[in-house]
């Protein structure tokens, strides 16, 4: 075991109330850290302060595999009035001296947190989860209310602010470093978001020739919709072929859209929508599904690429954000451009339909999972939190992981 010289370090960010449904990617990717440093014993103590899902009630604290749990609740009608939680925050901070704060996600309450924690000289670490800017300017873009223009800004301006103010920050992938190092104080950090791989060890069998899985929020950057109008072509071609939409319902009126859509495509008894599903059942499908396909509009990584990828399932995905960067070079997948209907459907019919080139792409994503495995990233988040206590600012970049079989940019994956 490796000494944890002391490290306390408390969390802020979205965590799950119940481990056994994991609601979106930075749920996932904090609750699997969280998991990962009790394990390794890298670190001598966890917490989490839970950033709040919902407005009133109590707040709620609770014990998950070790680790000490703070739900907290907004206090009245809107989630910005989570920041007068800061106090207790604070208090609960200074609790331990040296303790580290490691802070997820961006917002007014995130803001808050941040400066209060610089104005108090108490060691923190900034995870950025996606590029928060980008997102909500394509939200925009996609329904152009005053609502999405005034969130847009809100959003893109505490953004900024968090980058200038961040002394340690954490990105996903080179392509979020990339975008974001213009903006930021301290050189970003290219650590992925990680999978228990282990997890996944005995998950398959037997597989369902021509099922599909889609694994991601129920959100419009997601792109189900285009997945699934790629599918009314893939079962022209591959009659047998079946997708499974699976996600956290975290927009209604686009699960309703996509439902109908599927009604008026004909696809009823091939498509399947399946909403807020819990762990086991995400994982079964995993196991049960030939490949994994998703039509996503902006990735900074996608966890379940690699949640996929550790099940043994090929990919076929767009080419947006940080998707090359898991995906590229690793023989796991075939990247199209985003919204090339034609494109993507072709991709999935030429592996339903080509066992061998299938087989291939098996073994390479098994290869590719295992750079994404917390067990080999968790060292590099550590590092972060010593550099942070030592009050110095991270000057160097680490690297993100490569994938192990490199090949010639002779296909759609490597362009």
Not at 162 to 173: G, N, S
Not at 226 to 236: D, K, N
Not at 240 to 252: C, Q, W, Y
Request: hydrophobic share 45%.
């Amino acid at each position: 075991m490796t000494d944890a010289n002391g490290l306390d370090i408390l969390f802020i960010g979205p965590y799950p109330t119940d481990e056994t449904r994991i609601e979106g990617g930075v749920q996932a990717s904090l609750h699997g850290l969280c998991r990962r440093l009790v394990a390794s014993g890298l670190v001598d103590r966890v917490e989490v302060v839970a950033t709040p899902k919902r407005v009133g009630g109590l707040v709620v604290a609770s014990r998950q595999g070790g680790v000490d749990v703070l739900h907290l609740t907004a206090p009245w009608r809107f989630m910005i009035s989570s920041v007068a939680h800061l106090p207790m925050i604070l208090r609960r901070i200074r609790r331990s001296k040296g303790r580290v704060v490691h802070l997820h996600g961006t917002g007014l309450f995130e803001l808050a947190v941040l400066a209060a924690c610089r104005l108090e000289r108490i060691p923190i670490v900034w995870t950025l989860h996606g590029i928060t800017e980008k997102e909500t300017l394509e939200a925009w873009r996609r329904q152009p209310t005053l609502g999405n223009r005034l969130r847009h800004f809100l959003y893109k301006g505490c953004e900024r602010l968090q980058l200038r103010l961040a002394p340690i920050l954490i990105v996903d992938t080179a392509y979020v470093a990339r975008e974001v190092a213009p903006y930021a104080a301290a050189v970003p950090a290219a650590i992925p978001q990680g999978v228990e791989t282990s997890e996944f060890v005995g998950l398959a069998g037997p597989r369902e020739d021509g099922l599909v899985v889609s694994l991601g929020v129920i959100h419009p950057r997601k792109g189900h919709d285009r997945a699934i109008a790629a599918f009314a072509r893939v079962v022209e071609k591959v009659p047998g072929a079946r997708l499974e939409v699976i996600g956290s319902l975290t927009s209604p009126e686009h699960f309703d859209e996509l439902a109908a859509l599927v009604r008026r495509l004909g696809l009823e008894r091939v498509v399947t929508l399946r909403p807020d599903l819990d762990r086991a059942e995400v994982l079964a499908a995993l196991g049960r599904a030939s490949l994994f396909a998703l039509h996503s509009e902006e990735e900074s990584q996608g966890i379940a690429l690699c949640e996929a990828m550790a099940a043994g399932l090929p990919i076929v995905a767009t080419r947006v954000g940080g998707i090359p960067d898991v995906i590229a070079g690793s023989e796991a997948g075939v990247l199209v451009p985003f919204g090339d209907i034609d494109g993507f459907a072709d991709a999935i019919v030429a592996y339903l339909g080509d066992p061998e080139t299938r087989t291939k792409a098996v073994a390479a994503a098994h290869r590719r999972a295992r750079d994404f495995d917390w067990a080999t990233i968790v060292g590099g988040i550590v590092d972060r939190y010593r550099l942070a206590r030592s009050g110095r600012r991270d000057r160097r970049a680490a690297a993100f992981p490569q994938a192990r079989t490199a090949r010639p940019p002779n296909d759609a994956a490597s362009e």
